[in-house]
């Protein structure tokens, strides 16, 4: 299937969970990413039921934050 | 490795820095990475949700559309910025624990001394292992290695 992830058509066997696919993706730590899923932001309990399906679009980032 | 900053840019950092004083403020970086030099092409303000004087963090409905403006605009998203009003301009413990990008570069720019503020750049491994960038700082692009 080909997505559109974070503005790239990239192409993957078979279908894929967000979970699946951010670990493809070398994220380690999921529960400091965001996920956006064709516009809408996704509750991370749901990364590993959602599934990407071809032609969809995925945005991913990191929490951004810190102290002084 | 060389960040170059327009002077334009750092001073739209400092003016936000001093506008949210005694709050944290932050934001996202833009530009284009060469393989020595790194050079900002825009700084995007961004809402600080604790709204705080010691932490910040990013609303990600927000940053979202700021990477999506940032790729329109055909740059990288580098990384990101915050004040520290009273600390100095490095990583704190919490800094260090929340950098979760070890790609990003992240940019600190300190109030401490409210007359002399200093920007410094760094990158953050493994959530503790922090590198200092070399920051150039120029006048309308300008640029001499």
Do not use: W
Request: hydrophobic share 35%.
């Amino acid at each position: 299937m080909k997505i559109t992830l974070n503005g790239n058509v990239v192409e993957f066997e078979g279908g894929l969970t967000v979970a699946e696919l951010l670990k493809k993706e070398d994220v380690d730590m999921p529960d400091m990413v965001s996920v956006e899923l064709n516009g809408e932001i996704l509750d991370r309990d749901s990364f590993g039921d959602q599934l990407v399906k071809d032609g969809d679009t995925v945005e991913f980032l990191y929490f951004m934050g810190g102290g002084c | 490795m060389i960040v170059k900053l327009d002077q334009r840019l750092y001073e739209k950092m400092l003016a936000q820095a001093k506008e949210e004083f005694p709050n944290e403020c932050c934001g996202l970086v833009a530009g284009e990475s060469g393989e020595d030099i790194i050079e900002v092409k825009e700084v995007f303000p961004m809402t600080n949700l604790d709204a705080s004087a010691e932490h910040f963090s990013m609303d990600p409905k927000e940053q979202f559309a700021v990477v999506k403006e940032i790729r329109c605009l055909g740059y990288d998203l580098l990384g990101n910025y915050h004040s520290h009003p009273f600390t100095p301009s490095r990583p704190s413990y919490e800094d260090k624990r929340l950098a979760y990008d070890e790609g990003a570069i992240y940019f600190i720019l300190s109030l401490k001394k409210r007359d002399e503020p200093v920007l410094n750049a760094f990158k953050i491994k493994g959530r503790s292992e922090v590198t200092k960038l070399e920051v150039k700082i120029v006048e309308g692009g300008e640029f001499n290695e």
